[in-house]
């Protein structure tokens, strides 16, 4: 009964606010794109150099030219611009975005995030998750609730080097919707079918229902 990609995507990109700038991580969030309401003014932004991107082309419609950091095809909007990643990024560390919604390969009860190495061995490739973790104004993340071996994503410290320290405010999962609190984590919504009890034995923190 867990949330599915899109499931997940459509709840993320409700929670967006009428009129924010949205920076959208390689990976699941970029599915966010395909599920803004309609009627909601909705800016994404994509540190390749697009403001005012849109949802994936249809099939047989897409324009290779036209890419977003994950490269893949996406659309413009009307008013919709491109330019220069060093533009880009001086919107991200100038303080411009508000909203960044980032993968993860884990999260801790403090709102720490690692997003960028899996450690000794891994390959690195940060992109621009650091400047988006210090520069915009509400980092969120989409990520799996666990490993493919079944090990907890939401921890209670990291175990893997950190893209950013208490950064993190909220987190969209299969199992449901969590708040970093410090020493654990709170759950504002869950999955349909799923309790309390059952998310907490898959994560890796205290866990505690919201008021």
């Known amino acids: 009964m867990s949330w599915t990609a899109d ?6 990109a409700a929670e967006i ?9 390689i990976g699941q969030p970029e599915r966010i794109a395909d599920f ?6 909705v800016v994404l932004h994509s540190e390749n150099g697009i403001l005012g991107m849109g949802p994936r082309p249809p099939a047989a419609e897409e324009d ?6 994950g490269k893949k095809p996406v659309t413009l909007i009307p008013g919709g611009a491109f330019f220069h990643h060093a533009d880009s990024f001086a919107m991200i560390r100038g303080g411009h975005i508000d909203i960044c919604v980032l993968g993860a390969y884990e999260v801790a009860a403090n709102g720490d995030i690692a997003n960028w190495t899996t450690g000794k061995g891994g390959v690195p490739a940060v ?21 493919r071996a079944g090990r907890p ?5 990291l175990s893997l080097p950190a893209t950013g320290r208490g950064v993190v405010d909220r987190i969209y999962t299969e199992l449901g919707i969590f708040k970093p609190m410090g020493e654990a984590y709170r759950l504002l919504r869950a999955a349909p079918g799923e309790t309390l009890e059952a998310i907490a034995a898959r994560t890796g923190a205290p866990l505690r229902q919201a008021d």
């Open 153 to 157: 994503k939401l921890l209670q410290t």
């Open 36 to 41: 803004i309401p309609a009627g909601r003014e």
């Open 127 to 147: 992109g621009g998750a650091m400047d988006l973790v210090a520069g915009a104004r509400s980092v969120r993340v989409i990520t799996t609730h666990t490993t």
């Open 64 to 69: 290779m030219e036209l890419i977003n950091a």
């Open 17 to 25: 606010p009428e009129g924010a700038f949205v920076n959208l991580g």
């Open 7 to 12: 499931e997940i995507a459509a709840i993320a």
